[in-house]
């Protein structure tokens, strides 16, 4: 879900490219390993550029939702990750490999299971989606959250 901007400081992760039509598709795991480690407290509101991005065409519901990603940690079994994460309005098919905690700190989201199951969000909520959900992420206003997340090794 992510793409450029390379540049290293301590605790904050390396950054590399990946081509566009990847971006989505991909695991975090897949993702965020090899990204530099950090032994030190990292803030999640450092100046790290954002890798942008957009959900892929076949994934896409509704909107030009564009998704930003600033990964500040990730821990040296390369299976935890935390930041933020912005986007803007749309919605889209999403299918989690991951266990993600969510803090919302800005706008709404609505997010529906494939069985139907509705849940919305704003700014102070938190939860976790854990992996294995299948459904829908709606942006009903510009969002930003905090994330961690976990990924267990297949």
């Known amino acids: 879900m992510i793409s450029p ?26 993702y965020l390993r090899g990204f530099a480690m950090s032994t030190s407290i990292v803030r999640l509101d450092g100046t790290l550029e954002a ?6 065409a ?4 509704a ?7 600033r990964n500040y940690f990730s821990d040296i079994s390369q299976q ?5 994460w912005s986007a803007t309005r749309g919605k889209w098919r999403v299918r989690y490999t991951e266990n993600e905690l969510c803090v919302m700190t800005a706008g709404k989201v609505t997010i529906e299971s494939a069985s139907g199951e509705r849940s919305s969000f ?8 854990p992996a294995g959900f299948t ?5 009903t206003e510009d969002c930003t959250k905090i994330y961690a997340i976990f990924e267990a090794r297949g």
């Not at 890798?51 to 892929?56: A, K």
């Not at 076949?58 to 519901?61: D, F, K, N, T």
Request: charged share 25%; no cysteine.
């Open 5 to 30: 901007g390379v540049r290293l400081q301590a605790s904050v992760p390396r950054r590399y490219k990946l081509p566009a039509h990847l971006r989505a598709k991909i695991s975090w795991h897949d």
């Open 51 to 56: 890798e942008v991005s957009e959900p892929p």
């Open 58 to 61: 076949e994934r896409l519901i």
């Open 63 to 69: 909107g030009r939702p564009e998704l930003q990603v």
């Open 80 to 84: 935890f990750f935390a930041g933020r």
């Open 122 to 129: 704003a700014a102070g909520d938190a939860f976790v989606i």
């Open 135 to 139: 459904g829908t992420w709606e942006v």
